[in-house]
């Protein structure tokens, strides 16, 4: 029998703490609720885990490999875990982490559980290299990598929804005649898209992460991807309570009671009686006409 796989989860620090019920993303796929999604990381606890720090818009700030884990104990999960995952193919899971959210833990007394402090502990610390250290690199390192695929998330191109993590990191000017090996210069495209720079379209990236395609016909299309941690949605409104169910009182009692309509006989109809007299009956009938 073939070993159950992993799969690719992307959840909010919040969600995985109990402190919302954000679905969660597995970005093959779609969305998953938040009791499922907390079910799959506690699933994966032994799987590769990544943090990403989104800003105030939801957008990256700075990504990471995250090497300490909380404890299971310490995840709000309900129910049963979920069916531990191959040794061979572990999954991923990508922990989105709201920098004010960060700050705010990060102060003592918080109420955090303590195997969560090394965690958020690892994630301030942000280790790594820089990502534009080397702009002259024929190829990015893992970190940049890393970054451009959180940042963009998909293809490129305009409507194309392939995954960023299995497409080309392409130079959006050519690396041949001067593009640079930086944040700034880079952007995924997938195989086929990325074909289209070499058969008529213009491709530039006026700020990290926005780019702007030109056909051949001179048409323009601006590309960004979808925030990677945008704001909740705000909560459906509550509508008032009724309590008539609840005292024992029924609305319907209080009203004053209508009276019945009155009741409507159906008789069949009569013929209509014509108002005027009969004319009077004639004397003479061989009376020649008028005309």
């Known amino acids: 029998m ?5 799969v690719h989860l992307q ?4 969600t995985v703490l109990g402190l919302d019920d954000r679905p969660a993303v597995l970005p093959a796929l779609g969305p998953i609720p938040a009791c499922r999604a907390r079910r799959v990381v506690v699933a994966q606890h032994g799987a590769p885990w990544r943090y990403a720090v989104t800003g105030p818009d939801g957008r990256l700030v700075r990504a990471g490999a995250l090497r300490t884990r909380p404890d299971p ?3 709000a999960v309900e129910g049963p875990p979920a069916a531990a995952t191959a040794s061979g193919a ?3 899971v990508d922990l989105l982490v709201d920098a004010e959210l960060l700050a705010r833990l990060a102060e003592q007394g918080s109420g955090l559980p303590t195997s969560w402090r090394p965690v958020l502990a690892e994630i ?3 280790r790594g290299r820089d990502l534009d250290d080397d702009p002259g690199a024929r190829f990015p390192h893992t970190g940049l990598r890393r970054h451009v695929e959180f940042r963009d998330r998909h293809c490129a191109f305009a409507g194309c929804l392939a995954p960023a993590r299995t497409a080309d990191l392409d130079h959006t000017r050519d690396h041949a005649r001067g593009g640079r090996t930086t944040s700034d210069g ?7 898209d990325h074909g289209l720079k070499h058969r008529g379209w213009m491709l530039t990236q006026p700020e990290p992460g926005r780019f702007t395609w030109r056909s051949p016909l001179g048409h323009i299309y601006r590309t960004r991807s979808e ?4 704001p909740p949605p705000p909560p459906l409104p509550v509508p008032p309570e009724d309590d008539s169910c609840c005292n024992g009182t029924d609305t319907a009692r209080n009203e004053e009671r209508r009276p019945d309509p ?9 013929p209509a009686e014509d108002p005027r007299p009969p004319p009077p009956p004639s004397t003479d009938l061989d009376e020649p006409p008028p005309f």
């Open 186 to 192: 880079l952007g995924p495209l997938c195989r086929h």
């Open 262 to 270: 009155p009741l409507i006989v159906w008789r069949p109809p009569t």
């Open 73 to 75: 104990a310490d995840l």
């Open 227 to 230: 925030p990677l941690l945008p």
């Open 2 to 6: 073939r070993a159950r796989q992993g």
């Open 124 to 126: 301030i610390a942000a």
């Open 90 to 92: 572990p999954g991923l």
């Open 11 to 14: 959840i909010a620090l919040s």
